[in-house]
């Protein structure tokens, strides 16, 4: 990568400072093997997009035309309620709808063409994996091989769900039956590996997970509030967000952190010194997470009970 392209992308106002080093930065200068952004959780404009899925999606339900939608299109869609006769044709259908209405808001969307466009730019390679109709993960890489793992893991996903729709647990919460492989030691691992984190923190990471004693973000964040000195920890180690080392001062993760801050240091000192205050971020970002979880699980909770909604389990 040459200066005048790494220039230009970080002044790129669309894709924020945290997306360009974590998610594209580290894997175009060949230190992670793949990164992962949520699709549209993660843009800059995602409660519009979000809005306007669900918007439309209403407007889809009640028998109304959407923005640019054919009317050929539109009397099939019409008159297709006339030979959905069983709960299932009907779920099938509302699954379609939001895949169709995800692909026409966020797929043309500027932030999702900005942030594809610049993979594109910087020779990086991109797989978008479904993890529910309208929420996608999205995936950069150079490695082909990459490509073929992530298929992998997304049958390892569909079979995690099967097993689940099968054997539901009464008591759990909305997000862990809806996300469920979250919660699998074989998926987090070949999630792990496929992002290029240490395998060290990755078979931590599924450790804390299965234990159910303390969660890696809970673990994490207490590693760093209970230590004595800062000379306990190393900010490089925290190179990359929703990553939590196995130990603050992991040399494993430590090198991946400095590989990136060398690699921007030999072509732009500058910018190397933004990583350096973006990794202090980090650690700041992990001490903070158990109350970040705790939100994130009140979102999570939300989005298994909108698409509960939307998927049809209401439908009589």
């Not at 964040?221 to 992991?250: G, I, M, R």
Request: glycine share 6%.
């Amino acid at each position: 990568m040459d200066k005048g392209l790494l220039k230009e992308f970080m002044a790129e106002e669309a894709i924020p400072l945290r997306t360009k080093f974590d998610d594209y930065l580290a894997v175009a200068l060949g230190v992670r093997r793949a990164s992962q952004f949520i699709s549209p959780a993660e843009l800059p404009d995602a409660a519009i997009l979000g809005a306007t899925i669900d918007e439309r999606f209403r407007q889809k339900l009640e028998g109304r035309r959407l923005p640019g939608e054919s009317l050929s299109d539109f009397m099939k869609n019409k008159m297709g309620k006339y030979w959905r006769r069983n709960r299932a044709q009907e779920i099938r259908y509302r699954l379609d709808v939001l895949r169709s209405v995800y692909k026409d808001v966020v797929e043309s969307s500027h932030s999702y063409q900005t942030y594809i466009g610049w993979a594109r730019k910087l020779g990086l390679s991109y797989k978008e994996l479904e993890s529910r109709p309208t929420i996608r993960e999205i995936y950069l890489f150079k490695d082909p091989e990459v490509a073929r793992e992530l298929d992998e893991l997304q049958d390892l996903r569909k079979d995690i769900r099967w097993e689940k729709m099968r054997s539901p647990g009464a008591n759990q919460p909305g997000y862990v039956r809806a996300f469920p492989e979250e919660q699998n030691p074989a998926f987090v691992k070949k999630l792990g590996r496929i992002l290029g984190f240490p395998l060290c923190c990755i078979e931590r990471y599924a450790f804390d997970r299965e234990s159910a004693v303390l969660s890696p973000e809970q673990r994490a964040s207490n590693q760093l509030v209970n230590l004595e000195t800062d000379e306990e920890y190393n900010p490089y180690a925290f190179f990359t967000k929703d990553f939590f080392p196995c130990q603050p001062d992991c040399e494993m993760a430590a090198q991946m952190g400095k590989a990136i801050y060398e690699a921007l240091e030999a072509i732009d000192p500058e910018v190397a010194g933004e990583h350096l205050s973006h990794l202090s971020q980090n650690v700041g970002l992990v001490r903070e997470y158990p109350e970040i979880i705790r939100k994130k699980i009140e979102s999570l909770e939300k989005m298994a009970a909108a698409t509960k909604t939307q998927e049809g389990d209401n439908v009589e």
